[in-house]
């Protein structure tokens, strides 16, 4: 009876592949420990679990090499004459993103924007009214709702959406002038967008025109949460972290208590309630508010800013849908 495996060819060599990887990781020169992975604020080479208490494989602060979008490093999309809705999420572990569309990938930055975004949307839901950006700044985890609109651009253009961040934390300003953005070879690039010849009528309406939903404004808030967002360095290497990111709370006198997986549950608000959650956050940790709807209030309580475009950091209100 012929040997029949349960694992087709392409399975077979996809696990052998995985394989080599993995044996590639051990490092002899350390007893087989695996390698750890790059790390952009230190010069860490191990030891890793089990000799100490550092993942080699997840790492806060991680920034790689290569840019993936939708599953695919640097994708062509090709694009009609007519206007596109976007959704981007930022999914990196810790870079910033400062996204615009350009015509030559790699120009010295800032590279002048070709191409504006509209910004509709955020995690939060839509705008007060569409906002015309030339570039779109996102933390790891934040969403923008965008329209671009190719109408006036020539069949055959090719354009460009670049990333001038850092390849390591963002402590904000301006690219070229404040801190050396990402390399225009790799993580400087995101995705090309190539112009093909329109195949029906865009009968979308401009951007600038468009009447977006009213916001509904948030009850009174009944309950006050006060809670802390903790990196963790290793309690084995003097000097290594951080080493995992925690949630937790606070104390009477504002320490925050960092909380593991096996700690009860403290938060749980009612269905329909409306609170306010006040997040002590340490600088660089972004922080997604999801299955809310939420508005902002400045660190001294006070209300924001009521441009579209703003944002503010503080205190949020929130009801549990």
């Not at 992975?37 to 290569?66: M, V, Y």
């Amino acid at each position: 009876m012929p040997n029949r495996s349960l694992v087709d060819p392409d399975m077979r060599r996809t696990l052998a592949n995985l394989l080599q990887a993995v044996l590639d990781a051990v490092d002899p020169d350390t007893g087989g420990d695996i390698r750890p992975a790059a790390h952009s604020s230190t010069s860490f080479t191990g030891p890793c679990i089990p000799r100490s208490d550092i993942s080699p494989i997840w790492n806060p602060e991680f920034f790689g090499n290569t840019m993936v979008t939708n599953g695919r490093t640097w994708p062509v999309l090709p694009v009609e004459p007519r206007r596109y809705r976007f959704r981007f999420l930022n999914g990196c572990n810790a870079r910033f993103l400062i996204i615009k569309i350009v015509t030559d990938p790699v120009a010295p930055r800032p590279a002048p924007s070709a191409l504006s975004f509209w910004q509709i949307g955020s995690e939060g839901g839509f705008l007060r009214a569409p906002v015309q950006r030339e570039q779109l700044l996102t933390a790891p985890a934040e969403r923008a709702d965008v329209i671009v609109d190719f109408t006036s651009i020539p069949v055959g253009t090719e354009l460009y959406l670049i990333n001038e961040s850092p390849d390591e934390p963002f402590s904000g300003e301006t690219a070229g002038r404040d801190f050396k953005p990402a390399n225009p070879k790799t993580t400087g690039q995101v995705m090309k967008l190539v112009v093909r010849p329109l195949t029906a009528p865009d009968t979308t309406v401009p951007p600038s025109q468009l009447t977006l939903p009213a916001f509904e404004p948030l009850s009174t808030a009944s309950h006050t949460r006060r809670l802390s967002l903790n990196e963790a360095a290793s309690a084995r290497l003097p000097g290594v972290g951080p080493r995992e990111v925690l949630l937790g709370t606070l104390d009477p006198g504002g320490t925050p208590i960092p909380l593991g997986w096996d700690d009860p549950i403290t938060e749980n608000p009612a269905l329909g309630a409306t609170e306010i959650w006040e997040l002590h956050n340490p600088p660089t940790t972004p922080t997604p508010s999801t299955s809310t709807k939420s508005s902002s209030r400045s660190s001294n309580g006070s209300p924001p800013d009521r441009r579209p475009d703003h944002l503010s950091h503080g205190r949020a209100a929130s009801r549990t849908p």
